[in-house]
């Protein structure tokens, strides 16, 4: 190795050390999704970062999706798919694979973790989260639509969250609920990440998706929008820059920032180490979302 890319690897471990003083200790918030779990590398490359920072000294949570391989599953029994307003219509046969396939998800994503020398525990969201059912609304009218077994979180026990935290461990959690009558409902992993982070007050809350930000120009890459204001929002969705699966991943960002959550980021999970490169330097990537009077 010549002697510049060493230098180069110490300047890196040198601008990344007042973020890693900085955040210490600090809860953070991951959510796992979108076609970045597709790549069996990016997955096991993304749950090592995850490692890393629970060896420096962070807390991290992981929020986990899985909405392409529940897609393939219920393809794959002949079972119809359907999205409205970005939300699975999930009826009784749906549920079951949604279950099975999520779990089967959290397990392998915990190995990965663990075979990197990570301290990663399984954490089903049916043991943490409350549910009800939920209904679609349509955006313009109003109208409610049953979307089956989906449902919204009234509950979060953060105790066996923080239990696992205090023990030195990070959860693996999955987007999975249970009403007071025992029905399982499928939680929208995105809301799901929100309601964790607000519940725990953590101090960031990053989505790992596969969009690079939230761009002026959905098909313009260059048009990611680097700081987004929480009293910007409405606007944006006026202008259809915030719209379809985006809304509810915005709306419940907007109930984690001002329960106490510092700061919200969208990142792209299809680039190598975007985490790492959000939290670590100064310039980071994607989008942040703020409250206006949150100190940049």
Do not use: W
């Not at 079972?79 to 009784?92: A, K, Q, S, W, Y």
């Not at 954490?123 to 919204?152: C, M, N, Q």
């Not at 719209?243 to 709306?251: E, Q």
């Amino acid at each position: 190795m010549k002697i510049e890319e060493t230098i180069n690897k110490a300047s890196i471990l040198c601008e990344a050390l007042p973020y890693i003083q900085k955040f210490r200790k600090a809860l953070m918030v991951i959510k796992f999704g979108g076609s970045s779990m597709e790549d069996p590398e990016l997955v096991k490359s993304t749950m090592r970062d995850i490692v890393l920072m629970e060896c420096i000294g962070f807390s991290p949570v992981v929020v986990h999706g899985g909405g392409k391989a529940i897609s393939a599953e219920l393809k794959k029994q002949d079972i119809p798919v359907e999205f409205v307003n970005g939300l699975r219509n999930t009826c009784d046969r749906t549920i079951k694979v949604v279950d099975k396939v999520l779990h089967e998800v959290n397990r392998d994503l915990v190995a990965l973790a663990n075979n990197a020398g990570g301290n990663t525990v399984c954490l089903s969201g049916k043991d943490i989260f409350t549910a009800k059912r939920t209904y679609a609304v349509d955006p313009v009218s109003g109208e409610k639509k049953s979307i089956g077994f989906v449902g919204e979180i009234i509950k979060v026990d953060t105790d066996k969250i923080m239990n696992i935290i205090a023990d030195g461990k990070t959860p693996v959690i999955t987007p999975l609920g249970v009403g007071e009558d025992g029905q399982i409902y499928n939680i929208n992993a995105d809301v799901a990440a929100c309601k964790v982070a607000q519940a725990i007050r953590s101090r960031k809350l990053v989505f790992l998706s596969d969009v690079p930000g939230i761009m002026r120009d959905p098909s313009d890459e260059s048009s990611v929008i680097q700081t987004i204001c929480t009293t910007e929002v409405d606007g944006l969705i006026q202008e259809k820059i915030l719209s379809g699966g985006m809304l509810p991943k915005i709306k419940s960002s907007i109930d984690a920032l001002n329960a106490g959550v510092n700061k919200v980021h969208m990142i792209d999970g299809r680039m190598l180490h975007s985490l790492l490169l959000e939290i670590f330097t100064d310039k980071g990537i994607g989008t942040e979302i703020i409250k206006p009077d949150s100190i940049l």
